[in-house]
């Protein structure tokens, strides 16, 4: 039998509603009583006030699943230093699925329409992770602990507080100053609610343990929202703090970070607002130098990273702790030499040049961008692992649009050995394209110079290459460019947790001068 109630709100399947009789009966029967406090029978001083409550529904089945409450606190002697204190409790069926979260911003949204309080706060026991992570995500922020405030299990527990005011909801009648566009993505000024709201659906992946410590450095966070600019919806955000190396303003470095609502990840979102903060703080500021760093095993923020330019430095051995673990933390840099902003006015020697494509010595900043270019879909797992081989001595040229000297990409090659003399040799070589440069045919013509020119300045007679089974466009590139596929290279490379195959091909001089 369905019970009729009073629906006070309603979204993301969970409901308020009027609470019955017959659910408080349910409520109280089917609670655990994970966290109630200890029972005492004298009488509490302070219990003069009226709690308010509301149960919390299933939208699909009708059925309480638990319920809300409120009370009012008091700061002060006028109504301006009024807060409500809010509450939660869910069957245990109802943990784990968002249902906390929502039925908290729903109350939140509930209180702050219908009467004239600016604050609204809640506690939450220190070990009760999973009632802070709801109270994050409904837009709460954490603002201390307060130290024995309960009594439980027979002795006093701490009590973590949280908060959220009226200031921190969206203002409709607020603008936003867009300071950073491009591909499909915008910098733009954070407005009221943007930081609680988006906290509210970020994950806790790689969220760091809690810690009530006072921290020994204060570093002052800078943030712009990144937006959607089809929507101009805020879908994560950008930050970054001064760090030191030495005592001089040229001593000094930014170190950035990003944060992404889970459906803005994967798309190429990532890169594009790491690269455009880039851009924007060398642009506004005199410092050099920026950095950033992520978990090791996170490995899409390390190719966000590799993406926008950066280059990894090395590991930051337990930098933080997660899990109950010192965790490592992979560190890369971008310097303000590394980026040209107008790669077309740079002078670059030209080696060789047909059919609209240039190679040339690269110029400023073309290797960064030929590392951006080349951490793509195909690019391998991250392992800092020493090395079993030596790194090898790579060259590279430019490939430059013969037209308008834009920057297309690079090409590179390295010496691999077959028996220890020159006659045993051979050059490996390698391409990685703009995206805007793919699909025009840059990349067979590209590589086609590059073998003519090894062959005709170098004595080596063969040349080969090999490239992901995947990536039937290079492997189109190639067979253009007069290489012969020769086989399978079994499990050569690690991309996305997975041994991945390699087609091989090569090129014997015999092959161009018959």
């Known amino acids: 039998m369905t019970v009729a109630r009073q629906i006070v709100a309603e979204r993301d399947g969970v409901a308020l509603a009027e609470l019955t009789d017959a659910d408080r009966a349910v409520l109280d029967q089917r609670n655990d009583g994970a966290w109630d406090v200890d029972p005492d029978d004298r009488p509490a001083p302070h219990f003069t006030f009226e709690v308010y409550r509301l149960a919390i529904v299933d939208a699909e089945t009708h059925a309480a699943i638990g319920s809300v409450n409120w009370h009012a606190v008091g700061y002060g002697r006028t109504a301006a230093c009024t807060a409500w204190n809010v509450g939660i409790g869910l069957l245990p069926a109802a943990r784990g699925r968002g249902a906390g979260p929502a039925a908290l911003r729903l109350l939140v949204e509930h209180l702050f329409a219908t009467t004239e309080v600016d604050r609204i706060e809640a506690s939450a026991d220190v070990e009760n992770v999973a009632s802070q992570k709801a109270l994050r995500k409904a837009g709460m922020r954490r603002e201390g602990v307060l130290r024995g405030a309960q009594f439980r299990g027979g002795t006093r527990r701490d009590m973590v507080g949280f908060a959220i005011l009226r200031s921190d909801l969206p203002d409709p009648d607020a603008t936003r100053e867009i300071v950073a566009t491009g591909e499909g993505v915008a910098l733009g000024t954070l407005m009221p609610g943007d930081e609680p709201t988006l906290r509210a659906r970020y994950g806790s992946d790689f969220d760091i343990d809690p810690d009530d410590r006072p921290l020994r450095h204060h570093p002052g966070v800078e943030r712009l929202a990144v937006l959607d600019r089809a929507t101009e919806e805020p879908i994560g955000t950008v930050s970054w703090h001064a760090v030191g190396y030495g005592?001089?303003?040229?001593?000094?470095?930014?170190?950035?970070?990003?944060?992404?609502?889970?459906?803005?990840?994967?798309?190429?979102?990532?890169?594009?607002?790491?690269?455009?903060?880039?851009?924007?703080?060398?642009?506004?500021?005199?410092?050099?130098?920026?950095?950033?760093?992520?978990?090791?095993?996170?490995?899409?923020?390390?190719?966000?990273?590799?993406?926008?330019?950066?280059?990894?430095?090395?590991?930051?051995?337990?930098?933080?702790?997660?899990?109950?673990?010192?965790?490592?933390?992979?560190?890369?840099?971008?310097?303000?030499?590394?980026?040209?902003?107008?790669?077309?006015?740079?002078?670059?020697?030209?080696?060789?040049?047909?059919?609209?494509?240039?190679?040339?010595?690269?110029?400023?900043?073309?290797?960064?961008?030929?590392?951006?270019?080349?951490?793509?879909?195909?690019?391998?797992?991250?392992?800092?692992?020493?090395?079993?081989?030596?790194?090898?001595?790579?060259?590279?040229?430019?490939?430059?649009?013969?037209?308008?000297?834009?920057?297309?990409?690079?090409?590179?090659?390295?010496?691999?050995?077959?028996?220890?003399?020159?006659?045993?040799?051979?050059?490996?070589?390698?391409?990685?394209?703009?995206?805007?440069?793919?699909?025009?045919?840059?990349?067979?013509?590209?590589?086609?110079?590059?073998?003519?020119?090894?062959?005709?300045?170098?004595?080596?007679?063969?040349?080969?290459?090999?490239?992901?089974?995947?990536?039937?466009?290079?492997?189109?590139?190639?067979?253009?460019?007069?290489?012969?596929?020769?086989?399978?290279?079994?499990?050569?490379?690690?991309?996305?947790?997975?041994?991945?195959?390699?087609?091989?091909?090569?090129?014997?001089?015999?092959?161009?001068?018959?």
Do not use: M
């Not at 195909?378 to 800092?384: A, G, K, S």
């Open 247 to 514: 005592p001089t303003a040229g001593c000094e470095a930014w170190n950035i970070g990003l944060a992404l609502v889970p459906e803005a990840r994967g798309r190429g979102v990532g890169a594009t607002a790491t690269r455009l903060v880039a851009e924007y703080l060398f642009a506004a500021t005199d410092i050099d130098r920026l950095e950033a760093s992520t978990d090791r095993e996170n490995v899409p923020a390390q190719r966000v990273l590799a993406k926008a330019g950066f280059r990894p430095e090395g590991l930051v051995r337990g930098g933080q702790p997660r899990g109950g673990r010192r965790r490592d933390l992979v560190s890369y840099s971008l310097l303000r030499t590394d980026v040209v902003e107008d790669a077309t006015a740079v002078e670059r020697h030209v080696v060789v040049e047909r059919d609209g494509v240039v190679l040339a010595e690269p110029g400023p900043g073309d290797r960064e961008a030929f590392y951006v270019a080349a951490a793509g879909d195909f690019q391998v797992d991250q392992d800092d692992r020493p090395r079993v081989a030596g790194p090898a001595r790579t060259s590279l040229f430019s490939v430059l649009d013969a037209e308008t000297g834009n920057l297309l990409g690079g090409v590179s090659w390295h010496a691999v050995d077959y028996g220890g003399t020159v006659a045993c040799s051979a050059w490996n070589i390698g391409i990685g394209l703009l995206p805007e440069a793919r699909g025009r045919g840059i990349g067979t013509i590209a590589q086609r110079l590059l073998v003519e020119h090894l062959l005709a300045t170098s004595e080596l007679d063969r040349i080969e290459a090999s490239t992901d089974v995947e990536n039937l466009a290079e492997q189109r590139a190639l067979e253009k460019a007069g290489f012969r596929r020769e086989g399978v290279l079994r499990g050569a490379q690690l991309r996305g947790g997975v041994r991945r195959d390699l087609v091989h091909y090569g090129l014997v001089r015999s092959d161009v001068e018959a």
